[in-house]
T-cell receptor, first 110, second 113 residues
Framework: GQQLNQSPQSMFIQEGEDVSMNCTSS?????WLWYKQDPGEGPVLLIA?????ELTSNGRLTAQFGITRKDSFLNISASIPSDVGIYFC??????????FGTGTSLTVIP | KAGVTQTPRYLIKTRGQQVTLSCSPI?????VSWYQQTPGQGLQFLFE???????NKGNFPGRFSGRQFSNSRSEMNVSTLELGDSALYLC????????????FGPGTRLTVL
């Protein structure tokens, strides 16, 4: 089946540091979505990307749609404790059927 | 605008029983998708409903079924529960008017004993 590989799998960083994570696919996507999930809650949509090469920001978050349309990147600047959680990338392969990445677990040390 | 709501939030069942989960999408959203999330398999797509019709289906056995009502509310049913069905079941809605961004509910935590 379709695989979206996210890396790194987990990160432990100091408060104030910048964070980078990426997602790669074996297939071409026309949309990339980035979500954050807190324990026991549903994923919350952070950023949506629709065009190859697109760079979109949402506060301290910046995401890019890779030129090959097979990858995407998420950066968090000046991390704070509430950034803790699991970050997922997602893309639709057919219709509205989304595939999700394996997730990147972020821990921010105050 | 109210978000996606799911009921119940927590459920405990025993093997062999069946369960029905409910999802109310964001007002105006006509597409509802269901996902199963487990530590081992991650987030996996179950099915998607749009205008009361199932449009896409993931790779799950026939014990997993769903439906959508005319008001876009959706239910999913799991029959003959197995221990491996223990998971967080998430519902997501989309407007599909100009993009397919999906917005998730808080999920239903199902535990099968």
């Amino acid at each position: 089946g379709q695989q979206l590989n996210q890396s790194p799998q987990s990160m432990f960083i100091q408060e104030g540091e910048d964070v980078s994570m990426n997602c790669t696919s074996s297939s071409i996507f026309n949309t990339w979505l980035w979500y954050k999930q807190d324990p026991g809650e549903g994923p919350v949509l952070l950023i949506a990307l629709y065009k190859a090469g697109e760079l979109t920001s949402n506060g301290r978050l910046t995401a890019q749609f890779g030129i090959t349309r097979k990858d995407s990147f998420l950066n968090i600047s000046a991390s704070i404790p509430s950034d803790v959680g699991i970050y997922f990338c997602a893309g639709p392969l057919t219709g509205n059927q989304f595939y999700f990445g394996t997730g990147t677990s972020l821990t921010v040390i105050p | 605008k109210a978000g996606v709501t799911q009921t119940p939030r927590y459920l405990i069942k025993t093997r062999g029983q069946q369960v029905t989960l409910s999802c109310s999408p964001i007002s105006g959203h006509r597409s509802v998708s269901w996902y199963q999330q487990t530590p081992g398999q991650g987030l996996q797509f179950l099915f998607e409903y749009f205008s009361e019709t199932q449009r896409n289906k993931g790779n799950f056995p026939g014990r997993f079924s769903g439906r959508q009502f005319s008001n876009s509310r959706s239910e999913m049913n799991v029959s003959t529960l197995e221990l491996g069905d223990s998971a967080l079941y998430l519902c997501a809605s989309s407007s599909l008017t100009w993009n397919n961004e999906q917005f998730f509910g808080p999920g239903t935590r199902l535990t099968v004993l």
